[in-house]
């Protein structure tokens, strides 16, 4: 009977594990989670890149019905990435007025995914300003949350900052996008208010520590052509 009874488990167990599959993936969750916020599934073929791409927005961003539209339309390569830049530089940008900083002796900073070349080690150099204080917490949404001057990578060719500015209120903070990429394609692609935008090159530290006294200048005034 207890042979029986260990068969008998054995047996349901297997039926069970065929019932309940195999568990889904992070990509799979949040593809069938977009899939449903936008009904890819409406815009025919192209609807697997339509859902891929727009995964990249912030989840508290809903793109337009036309934007999705017209991206089925133009983007007849099949390519995942030229869906993506067509989403993102024809999306509505986010509204996120800046208000000066406070003129004081020291501010908080965060940087986020920053190239260092041979020539300027630009994250340790950041540590050598005496009027910056880095902020770390438990997790990067918190430090952002907390900095008031943002130094960040463009996150990529899927601008995943876009990600982490969705997540803070910019109003008292001084956004800086250190990226390989041009002006124009970081400001096409990011949703968000960027107050400077620079390439990672400096020639030597004492350059650099010029550059930042001219970033504290900037963010402690609003510029008549703002």
């Not at 054995?10 to 568990?23: A, D, L, Q, S, V």
């Not at 986020?112 to 204080?133: A, D, F, G, S």
């Amino acid at each position: 009977m207890k042979t029986f009874n260990q068969k008998a488990w054995i047996f349901i167990h297997k039926i069970w594990k065929n019932f309940k599959g195999k568990p889904l993936d992070k990509n799979t969750t949040i593809g069938r989670k977009v899939c449903g916020k936008y009904r890819a599934w409406k815009y025919g073929p192209l609807h697997t890149f339509i859902e891929m791409a727009a995964s990249v927005f912030p989840e508290n961003y809903r793109l337009d019905e036309e934007v999705l539209r017209a991206a089925n339309a133009v983007c007849r390569t099949y390519s995942p990435r030229a869906m993506i830049y067509y989403l993102l530089s024809h999306a509505k940008k986010v509204d996120s007025p800046r208000q000066p900083l406070a003129v004081k002796k020291q501010y908080s900073y965060v940087a986020w995914q920053i190239n260092n070349l041979p020539k300027v080690n630009i994250v340790t150099t950041l540590t050598k300003h005496p009027r910056l204080i880095e902020i770390r917490e438990e997790t990067l949404e918190l430090s952002a949350a907390k900095a008031e001057i943002l130094i960040l990578s463009s996150g990529g060719d899927y601008f995943e900052v876009n990600k982490l500015l969705s997540t803070i209120d910019l109003t008292h903070k001084y956004v800086i996008i250190c990226s390989a990429f041009d002006e124009a394609t970081i400001r096409d692609h990011i949703l968000y208010r960027i107050d400077r935008k620079i390439t990672p090159v400096f020639e030597n530290e004492k350059q650099y520590l010029a550059f930042i006294d001219e970033i504290i200048q900037e963010a402690t005034t609003i510029p008549l052509n703002n």
